[in-house]
């Protein structure tokens, strides 16, 4: 089985984290919703709670695992408290290293990996907003709402969030799993 860690920083977008972490359960995909907070509650940037499985430092706690995919969701607040969290900056280079798949949507992209490298030598988009935090990467932004290049998927915002999501799929179970699920909640 696939597994995906999904992190979750006060202020994240609701409908950014919820929406790949449903439609990868939906495929059979294991999921874990990670606080990088410190507490399991975590508080969306429209006041939802959501309640993760573990947190970032119990992920860490043991040796450093990055499953088979690391999911960011944006916001601006919760782009800014990832891309702070020194857990996840270690997770995300692992992935880097490893060749493993880093999926980042709204001003994750831009706050978040291209603050890290991640984005050097890559095609990317992030939400319109916050292109210019990209800073010298800006001149790969595209304008596409989904973007994959090698090992890492981008999207735009909240109204990406269900392509994004598809795509995501996609890469990890191939095109038939990816066709169901977006049939099953008819999507496009």
């Known amino acids: 089985m696939?597994?995906?860690?999904l992190f979750l920083a006060e202020g994240f977008e609701e409908v950014e984290a919820l929406t790949p972490a449903d439609y990868?359960?939906?495929?059979?995909?294991?999921v874990k919703l990670v606080s990088v907070s410190g507490n399991r509650t975590v508080t969306g940037s429209h006041n939802i709670p959501v309640t993760a499985d573990m947190t970032v430092k119990e992920l860490c706690s043991e040796p450093l695992t990055v499953g088979d995919g690391l999911v960011l969701p944006g916001g601006s607040r919760g782009a800014e408290n990832l891309a702070a969290s020194p857990e996840v900056d270690a997770l995300l280079k692992e992935a880097a290293r490893c060749g493993v798949l880093i999926c980042a949507i709204?001003?994750?992209p831009a706050v978040v990996l291209a603050s890290k490298g991640l984005l050097d030598g890559r095609n990317w988009t992030c939400h319109p907003g916050v292109k210019d935090k990209a800073g010298k990467v800006i001149e790969s932004f595209k304008e596409d709402r989904v973007v994959i290049d090698k090992n890492i998927i981008t999207s735009r915002a909240a109204g990406t969030a269900g392509e994004w999501s598809i795509k995501?799929?996609?890469?990890?179970?191939?095109a038939e799993a990816a066709v169901k699920v977006k049939e099953t909640v008819l999507l496009g």
């Open 2 to 5: 696939k597994s995906i860690y």
């Open 24 to 30: 990868l359960r939906r495929a059979g995909v294991e």
């Open 106 to 108: 709204c001003a994750s």
């Open 168 to 174: 995501i799929i996609e890469t990890l179970l191939g």
